[in-house]
């Protein structure tokens, strides 16, 4: 399985964009790359997902660089509801199983 | 709506004990997954199920066990509870095909003492 790094932690202000990298250098061209987010005390939450083009939905964007080998969570502006851990996954054509690193926590500063 | 629901939401057992947590989601999904996360870490994968009567090993499979005999349940054994097996249990569903995610119940706190 394709392995994922990011920052251990990360703060950013209330109402700021909020830039939340991940490096997957041994991405593969058929893995899709997910990101979910944990808020304290429960389970984690699907954000977006994408395979090459940038992905915008209502929570987040998705922007994904040209060789695949690094991706970044767009928040466009953050609220103190969006502190949580936030994961980015890689999951391989065929397979439906993530292997979950140990993410990014965000810290909202109000 | 359709859910995915974990019980017992807390356990507190014995060691050597055998304890059956339930998953149970109404999605119709064919993939269902169970997790455990320890304190302070990630999510690590112990088991998974891709149809009935499909069962997988995952990560940290070792003194766990799991059953598929219908779409909708998915329950993980601890044939013989340890403290090492302290943690909270995450069940997960997707349906299959790359552009769906899981959907995650809201987990088990498991203490074996």
């Known amino acids: 399985d394709a392995k994922t790094t990011q920052p251990n932690s990360m703060e950013s202000n209330e109402e700021e964009p909020v830039h939340l990298p991940c490096n997957h250098s041994t991405i593969s061209g058929t893995d899709y790359i997910h990101w979910y987010r944990q808020l304290p005390s429960q389970g984690p939450e699907y954000v977006i997902h994408g395979l090459t083009s940038n992905v915008n939905n209502r929570m987040a964007s998705l922007a994904i660089a040209e060789d695949r080998k690094s991706s970044t969570l767009i928040l466009h502006r953050a609220t103190l509801r969006d502190a949580a851990v936030y994961y980015c996954i890689l999951s391989t054509s065929g397979t439906y199983k993530y292997i979950f690193g140990t993410g990014t926590r965000l810290k909202v500063l109000a | 709506d359709a859910e995915i629901t974990q019980s017992p939401r807390h356990k507190i057992t014995e060691t050597g004990r055998q304890v059956t947590l339930a998953c149970h989601q109404t999605?119709?999904?064919?993939?269902m997954f169970w997790y455990r996360q320890d304190l302070g870490h990630g999510l690590r994968l112990i088991h998974y199920s891709y149809g009935v009567h499909d069962t997988n090993k995952g990560e940290v499979s070792d003194g766990y066990s799991v059953s598929r005999s219908n779409t909708e349940d998915l329950p993980l054994t601890l044939e013989s509870a340890a403290s090492s097996q302290t943690s909270v249990y995450f069940c997960a569903s997707s349906e299959s095909g790359q552009g769906y995610g899981y959907t995650f119940g809201s987990g088990t706190r498991l203490t074996v003492v």
């Open positions: 999605w119709n999904h064919n993939n």
